[in-house]
Each structure stands twice: as C-alpha cells, then as structure tokens.
C-alpha cells in the first residue's frame, strides 16, 4: 500500500451506495474493507483486486459483530481512515402499523450499529489526529411524509448524532460528512414501492398523501450512484468539506 493510499470501510458493500463508494475507492488505488451480510456479491471486487479489497461479513444490527470486525480490520491493517456507515434499507407504512419492533429494529441499523462501529474506530483516528466519518442519511432526514414515518426519524437521529459528533471530533483533524441522498438507482426501494400501491388495502385505508411524492421522487430519473460516490471522494478530499452533502 502507498503511503497516501487510504483505508476504508463501507458497511452495506455489497449493492447500492456501498458498492459505488467501494468501486471509487478502488478505482483511486485506496483498499476498502467492504462489509454486508451478502460478501458474495462483492466476489468479483475481490478477485479482481485480491491486495485492496477485501470482503467482510458484518450484519450492522449485531453489535458483538461490529466489535469482532473493527477489533479485527484495525490489528490487521492498523488503521481505517474513512469509516462509511452507509448499510440501510427502507421502511414504509402507515404510522399506527408501525410496530415497536420494528420501529426498534431500523434505529439498531440506522443509529445503533453505525454509532457502535464509529465507537470502535473513533480513538485510532483521533490518536493519529486525521481520519473521516461519512454516515448516508437521506433526504428523509430532513423532512418526512406519509409513511416514512419510521425511516426519517431513524435518518433524522443519525444526523443528530452525527453534528454533534462533528462539533467533538473536527477539533481533532476528524472529518464528518453526512449525506442526505435524494431518489438514486439502487436497490433500495424496489420492496417498498409496492406498499404505495392503490390495491395494497393497507396503503388505501391508512395513508392519504403519498403516492405522489414517491412517484415524484423515486419516479423518472433516479439518480446514479456513482455520481454520489465521487461527489462524496471531492468532498472528503477539501481541507474544510461541508457538514452536509
Ligand atoms: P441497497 O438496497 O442497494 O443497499 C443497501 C445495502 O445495505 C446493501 O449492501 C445491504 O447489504 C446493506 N444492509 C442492509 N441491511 C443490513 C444489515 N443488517 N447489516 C449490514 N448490511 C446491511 O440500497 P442503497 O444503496 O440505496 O442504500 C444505502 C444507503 O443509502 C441506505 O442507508 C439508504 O437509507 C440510503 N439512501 C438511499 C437512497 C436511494 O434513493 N437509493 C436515498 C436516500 C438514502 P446486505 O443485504 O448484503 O447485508
């Protein structure tokens, strides 16, 4: 590994978002340790590149899991320069649908398991006096809509969390980064589409107001991830990047 080459890891790896912030790490010749819980998908990264890419398998919700990998990937490798807490999925459906469980089970893979893996990784980043945190929110951490309700306030804590995060750690040479994605071409809401859908009864009975803004937003022209992916390398490249991407 080059001097300036970085470390990364990107949990959720093996699709979307991960996959394209991986490849774009690769491609600038840094070595990413991509987690998921499906490494498999990341097979033909590995083989292609056997000495920067290695496949982990790290199911974010796990916190022992978390602790074993960072533990791990920081004896082996003595250092992670740029932590990505991208892993996530949607959750859609009417507020009182919304069950406690999994209400609790989105907060343990938006908000517990990134803030537990950035724990672990923290004191080598602040001890070496550099290092960047990217956690993907959403545009949903922002503002909300009908059915959502579960998924944005998940996004929103995570956001909350991390700009008090920046405020302790960019004293010490530690980027934050936190990046509110719009609609892009993932795999994200392939599953949730169907909720909104007038013959799904539930969607029918129980939410009034969002077909539209998911055709709105999730319709035409979804966004490339790539495109994100690079616009998250410049940002992390500038000496002062913005909070909010
Ligand atoms: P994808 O469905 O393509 O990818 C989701 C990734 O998350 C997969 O790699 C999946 O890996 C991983 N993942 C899901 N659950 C877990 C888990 N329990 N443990 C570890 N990994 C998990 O969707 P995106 O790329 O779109 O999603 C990435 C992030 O982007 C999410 O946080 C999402 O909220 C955010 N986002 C996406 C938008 C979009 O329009 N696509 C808009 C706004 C935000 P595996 O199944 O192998 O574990």
Redesign the pocket.
Known sequence: MSDSAKVWLV??????????ITEAAVAAGDTVIG?????R?LDDLVAAHPDRVEAIS????DGEQIDAVAADVLARYGRVDVLVN?????QVGAFEETTDQELRDLFE??VF?PARLTRALLPQMRERGSGSIVN?????GQLSFAGFSA?SAT?AALEQLSEALADEVTPFGIKVLIV???????????KGAAYFSEENPAYAEKVGATRQMVQGS?GDQ??D?TKAAAAIRLALAAENPPLRL
């Open positions: 949990t959720g790896a093996s699709s979307g978002f991960g996959r394209a987690t998921a819980r499906r490494t998908a790290l199911d974010v919700t991208n892993a996530g999925r949607t893979l938006h398991g993907i929110s959403s545009f949903g998924y996004k509110e994605p719009g609609a892009f071409r993932t795999n994200l809401f392939g999730n979804p966004g991830p």
